[in-house]
């Protein structure tokens, strides 16, 4: 049997506050969500989820060559913020470590778009 197909959710998503399915994808791209709102909703998510499930995040990140780095705050996808120091603050957001804390184990981390969106792959622990 296979399973079901991933479903992807945006940030805010009343969906996110009762998932059902085995794999989900939450893009935080375009949002800027505060670290306590970012805490709130990946704890609600283990709570929520089945052990097992495969939780995916889509997220800004900071590329590690500088010129890179300052590219990403003017290219695509933008990054929310009013000003360059707030956007350069939001690529940093260590989501990663973010997931791990909210109880998921992180299984990979991909980098992809010239490293200016990182894709972390965690999967809920449990039986």
Same mark, same amino acid.
């Given at each position: 049997?296979?399973?079901?197909?991933?479903?992807?959710?945006?940030?805010?998503?009343?969906?996110?506050?009762?998932?059902?399915?085995? /794999? /989900?994808? *939450?893009? +935080?791209?375009?949002?800027?969500?505060?670290?306590?709102?970012?805490?709130?909703?990946?704890?609600?998510?283990? @709570?929520?989820?089945?052990?097992? @499930?495969? +939780?995916?995040?889509?997220?800004?990140?900071?590329?590690?060559?500088?010129?890179?780095?300052?590219?990403?705050? +003017?290219?695509?996808?933008? *990054?929310?913020?009013?000003?360059?120091?707030?956007?350069? %603050? %939001?690529?940093?957001?260590? @989501?990663?470590?973010? /997931?791990?804390?909210?109880?998921?184990? #992180?299984?990979?981390?991909?980098?992809?778009?010239?490293?200016? /969106?990182?894709? #972390?792959?965690?999967?809920?622990?449990?039986?």
């Amino acid at each position: 049997m296979l399973p079901a197909p991933p479903t992807w959710h945006e940030w805010g998503d009343p969906w996110l506050d009762a998932p059902p399915a085995p /794999v /989900v994808a *939450v893009s +935080l791209v375009g949002h800027a969500p505060s670290a306590d709102e970012r805490r709130v909703v990946l704890a609600r998510l283990h @709570t929520q989820t089945a052990p097992q @499930t495969l +939780l995916i995040v889509a997220d800004h990140n900071r590329p590690r060559r500088r010129s890179t780095a300052f590219g990403a705050l +003017l290219g695509a996808p933008r *990054v929310p913020g009013w000003s360059l120091g707030a956007r350069w %603050r %939001r690529l940093a957001e260590p @989501t990663a470590r973010e /997931v791990q804390a909210a109880g998921f184990r #992180v299984l990979h981390l991909a980098l992809v778009a010239g490293e200016r /969106v990182q894709l #972390v792959m965690a999967r809920r622990a449990g039986p």
